[in-house]
């Protein structure tokens, strides 16, 4: 089986970077083109040096790293530093990085790489707000068709909202990149709150990263510790929910997932509800599908899966 190309879009964020070393630990079934960074949970000065900081960790300075937009298309840049830190990476201390920054902008090597590679060969796996996605489709419309699928974390129905009570992060960040994302008709495969909300970093999971015995583990633990000290607080949850580690789940076993295959829009007129995931659960507007949005995962299968690969780092 040859592995699957993809590009990961992250704004770390320690969830993004158990999502960055679970597809660094999976050279077999995910070949990584190269990872790009955009501005989210912390500006995009820390999301570079984040995502150069992990593949470090994970052992792969080789990968290539690159800066992309560091605001919205069009609205004001929001930030998460009250869950993540002011590095977007706190908990352990982190050494700076020392692998290089690729001199070419992100959104010109998502262009680049859809055009050279084969059509539908290169799988998008957006981690953040969709600034760099919107801004290559605008740039270069030809790439669109060329896209295999974007598989994402974002968005939320059941769940509603995190950073307001109607819109998830990621897409509440950039409303108008998520839109012109889910008009695109590239085949979208969402891990919404509604999922994510199911896979908690719940003690005895944070003792498995940590008996793992490597400085991927600890770190790991010591991620989940800072991570999760903001959920639990706001949900009275048993753990924090690891949210971009889904996506890559997904890729290496979708069977850890369940969700229906629904029309989902974006709310980008009313500020009271600017961000939400307009998701046709019950199929009521007649409006075409266009996301397979997830609603259930084998949480325990997901973690075994998660442990085991970050034991190989
Ligand atoms: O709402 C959760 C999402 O926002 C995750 O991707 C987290 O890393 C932040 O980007
Ligand atoms: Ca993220």
């Not at 769940?159 to 008709?185: H, L, M």
Request: aromatic letters at 8%; glycine letters at 8%; one cysteine or more.
């Amino acid at each position: 089986m040859t592995a699957r190309k993809i590009i990961i879009d992250t704004d770390p964020g320690q969830d993004d970077a158990f999502a960055i070393l679970l597809a660094l630990a999976s050279p077999a079934e995910l070949d990584v083109l190269g990872i790009t960074a955009v501005a989210g949970n912390v500006p995009l000065e820390f999301t570079q040096r984040n995502t150069r900081i992990i593949c470090e960790l994970a052992g792969k300075p080789d990968v290539k790293v690159y800066a992309g937009c560091d605001r919205p298309l069009t609205r004001k840049l929001v930030t998460a530093e009250h869950v993540h830190g002011k590095t977007g990476l706190d908990g352990p201390v982190m050494i700076e990085p020392t692998m290089p920054l690729q001199t070419q902008h992100a959104v010109d090597f998502i262009i680049e790489t859809l055009r050279s590679e084969p059509a539908k060969s290169v799988t998008l796996c957006p981690l953040g707000p969709l600034t760099n996605i919107a801004m290559a489709f605008e740039k270069a419309p030809d790439i669109v068709a060329r896209v295999q699928e974007i598989v994402l974390m974002g968005g939320g129905y059941f769940e509603q909202g995190n950073i307001t009570p109607a819109a998830e992060f990621n897409i509440y960040v950039d409303p108008q990149a998520a839109d012109i994302v889910f008009k695109s008709g590239v085949p979208l495969v969402v891990m919404p709150l509604d999922v994510t909300h199911r896979a908690l970093t719940t003690p005895e999971r944070v003792n498995a990263f940590r008996d793992i015995g490597t400085k991927v583990g600890e770190t790991c633990a010591a991620w989940a510790d800072f991570f999760e000290r903001f959920d639990i607080e706001k949900y009275g949850s048993a753990g924090a929910p690891l949210h971009d580690p889904c996506v890559i789940a997904y890729l290496l076993n979708p069977a850890l997932f369940k969700g229906r295959l629904i029309n989902v829009m974006i709310e980008t007129q009313s500020e009271l509800t600017m961000g939400a995931t307009v998701a046709d659960w019950w199929g009521v507007s007649g409006r075409q599908a266009n996301a397979l949005f997830m609603r259930d995962i084998d949480a325990a299968g997901f973690f075994d899966l998660l442990t085991q690969r970050l034991a190989r780092l």
